[in-house]
């Protein structure tokens, strides 16, 4: 399979504790995001990488957030000092560059996360 | 701001049947739009977009979306549904004041049923 993967597949943690889920995109995409999903709602973008520069955050992305992408090919999203409002889906996608954002998004099967 | 809406949280069709998923859009400017499939337990899979051209876009598994310019609406089809289409759906638009971000619709769920 060569498409997006990510892993865990699913996470259930205790309030206050650090998670750290990792992404690996389709081979060759420089391009690298993660959205969140809660139930009931469509995905909500957080955070996009071009190979390891961060290029773009999102508000919902709070202090407790952070991501990276150091070598431009994996990526990690770390939630510190978890909190139940954390239980979601998250979804990792890629792509390749395109003009003026004409790109397509590919999607992995995401990281369910429990906080408890 | 850019925008799509769902209005039916639920789309139920019998088999063989012609489907419709409606999706409306709020842009300024000239809109990329797409549509995306999840099904359960997974993520989401690309079936089609509009960038520019021919209103009628074709995409994968048979479905098609309609791009209606005057209506501001971005409707998803297939002719003949399968039980197998059973799914959320998902109608995006790109946030054009984003690097790259895509604006999801709040999903409807098609059922088929036999």
């Known amino acids: 399979d060569t498409g997006v993967s990510q892993d865990p597949r699913h996470k259930i943690t205790k309030r206050g504790q650090n998670v750290t889920f990792r992404c690996d995109p389709i081979s060759e995409h420089n391009r690298l995001y993660w959205y969140r999903q809660t139930l009931g709602q469509g995905p909500e973008f957080l955070t996009y990488?071009?190979?390891?520069?961060?290029?773009?955050k999102s508000r919902l992305l709070s202090d407790r957030f952070s991501a990276e992408r150091p070598k431009g090919s994996f990526s990690t999203l770390e939630i510190q000092r978890t909190e139940q409002g954390d239980s979601a889906m998250y979804l990792c996608?890629?792509?390749?560059?395109?003009?003026?954002?004409?790109?397509?998004?590919?999607f992995g099967p995401g990281t369910r996360l429990l906080v408890l | 701001a850019q925008s799509v809406a769902q209005p039916e949280d639920q789309v139920n069709v019998a088999e063989g049947n012609p489907l419709t998923v409606k999706c409306t859009y709020s842009v300024s400017g000239n809109p990329y739009l797409f549509w995306y499939v999840q099904y359960p337990n997974r993520g989401l899979q690309f079936l089609l977009k509009y960038i520019t051209g021919d209103n009628l876009v074709k995409g994968s598994y048979g479905f098609e979306a309609e791009f209606n310019k005057s209506q501001t609406s971005f409707h998803l089809k297939k002719p003949s549904a399968l039980v197998s289409d059973s799914a959320l759906y998902f109608c995006?638009?790109?946030?054009?004041?984003?690097?790259?971000?895509?604006?999801f619709g709040s999903g409807t769920r098609l059922s088929i049923r036999p």
């Open positions: 996608a890629s792509s390749l560059p395109s003009t003026r954002g004409r790109e397509t998004q590919y």
């Open positions: 995006a638009v790109r946030d054009i004041g984003s690097a790259s971000k895509i604006i």
């Open positions: 990488f071009q190979n390891e520069a961060q290029l773009e």
